[in-house]
């Protein structure tokens, strides 16, 4: 596979929340473009192209169960940022790398506690807790694998994954949370 041939030196709006966690560690993004939906090669297309909340898409594709694996998180007042492997019930093998932040002050006690307790994914704990919200995705992603994400997907070598910015709102559309979503290669 090649890399894409965007170069990106400084982070973008498409990479929030990811790129405040690169920064934190130190690292370059590594390089990025928007790429039109229909161009994304399936199964990515059928699994990010779509208004649909990525853990029960996720779930129904690999007809199982997700948890997560933390790997970074921060806080700021009411502003919750963490960095997760998405890993499916049984096996461990992950199907999603992401960072969110999410705004706690918009989740009532009992969501903003499960959030925290950092076992499950918003996904689950909004379906679980019947939170009303829409998902609106702002990008579609083509990357290239860097070795922090191949390390958090499990990977070796250089990969092109796909992935999307995309943002949720609650019914007075204030933002519940904005996420960057990269799927591992495809074994379809």
Not at 13 to 34: C, I, N, R, S
Not at 135 to 160: E, M, T, Y
Not at 165 to 182: G, K, M, S, W, Y
Request: overall charge negative.
């Amino acid at each position: 596979m090649t890399t894409p041939s965007v170069t990106q030196a400084r982070p973008t709006p498409m990479a929030h929340p990811l790129d405040e966690f690169y920064a934190q560690m130190g690292l370059t993004l590594p390089p990025l473009e928007e790429v039109d939906g229909e161009a994304v090669p399936q199964p990515y297309r059928r699994l990010l192209v779509h208004h649909h909340d990525m853990t029960p898409t996720l779930e129904n594709f690999h007809e199982r169960d997700i948890h997560l694996r933390l790997l970074g998180r921060r806080r700021k007042r009411d502003q919750y940022f963490r960095e997760v492997v998405l890993l499916l019930d049984g096996s461990d093998e992950p199907v999603e790398f992401g960072a969110i932040k999410i705004n706690l002050n918009l989740f009532k006690p009992e969501a903003r506690e499960q959030i925290l307790e950092e076992r499950r994914p918003l996904g689950h704990i909004m379906q679980e807790c019947s939170i009303k919200h829409s998902s609106r995705p702002k990008a579609i992603l083509r990357l290239a694998s860097d070795k922090f994400i191949n390390q958090a997907l499990q990977l070796s070598g250089a990969h092109v994954l796909y992935g999307r910015r995309n943002t949720l709102f609650d019914p007075q559309e204030r933002p519940l949370a904005e996420i960057v979503e990269i799927l591992p290669p495809s074994q379809e």
